[in-house]
């Protein structure tokens, strides 16, 4: 019997490396008790989405992808389908998404964040993937490794930050704002 091909191979990305990221991934969870993870990915407006798994998906999620519909990357500001994917010729070909087909999500193991407002959940960063296992071209962290790659083969690198100054939430036992400090 033939061993089904992972969808990790399938795109390229299956290496010791990433099966290690993978394996420390999965202790973290369990040893920082998480239950919740935020698949998460950035769309062309810079809002960050989300799609939710619980913490015993998670294995299948790091080989398999998750499936999503592929409208979700082509919305306005609004939340609105800016393309009409069900016309015909309604997405130019190269982006592949006529149809409102599915792409997949793929965990980056090395990018978990947990987040201390919501305890037991987590932002887990991905990339957006066909089911052929090509790159979606507008996902924007594969948009951002081609540039820093053409950077890279000119002798470049690349440097951006952001910088929060500070956060304010209502504390509501007590009724009143509170500065809240970051943390690394």
């Known amino acids: ?43 062309l407006h810079g809002q960050l989405r989300s799609k939710h798994v619980q913490a015993d998906a998670l294995a299948h999620a790091l080989q398999h992808g998750v499936s999503m519909v592929n409208t979700l990357l082509l919305k306005d500001l609004s939340d609105r389908t800016a393309w009409p994917v069900f016309e015909a010729n309604g997405t130019p070909d190269w982006l592949g998404l006529s149809g409102g087909g599915n792409v997949r999500l793929i965990p980056d193991p090395e990018r978990l964040h947990p987040l201390p407002w919501a305890p037991g959940h987590a932002w887990l960063w991905c990339q957006t993937w066909h089911d052929n296992g090509q790159p979606v071209a507008l996902d924007t962290r594969t948009v951002l490794q081609h540039q820093v790659q053409a950077l890279h083969a000119m002798g470049l690198n690349l440097r951006v930050g952001l910088e929060v100054e500070y956060l304010i939430q209502m504390d509501h036992r007590l009724r009143r704002l509170r500065e809240v400090v970051p943390r690394d």
């Open 1 to 43: 019997m033939t061993r089904q091909r992972l969808f990790v191979e399938r795109c390229g990305l299956a290496s010791a490396t990433r099966a290690d990221a993978q394996a420390q991934l999965l202790q973290r969870v369990k040893a920082d008790k998480l239950h919740t993870l935020r698949l998460c990915w950035c769309d």
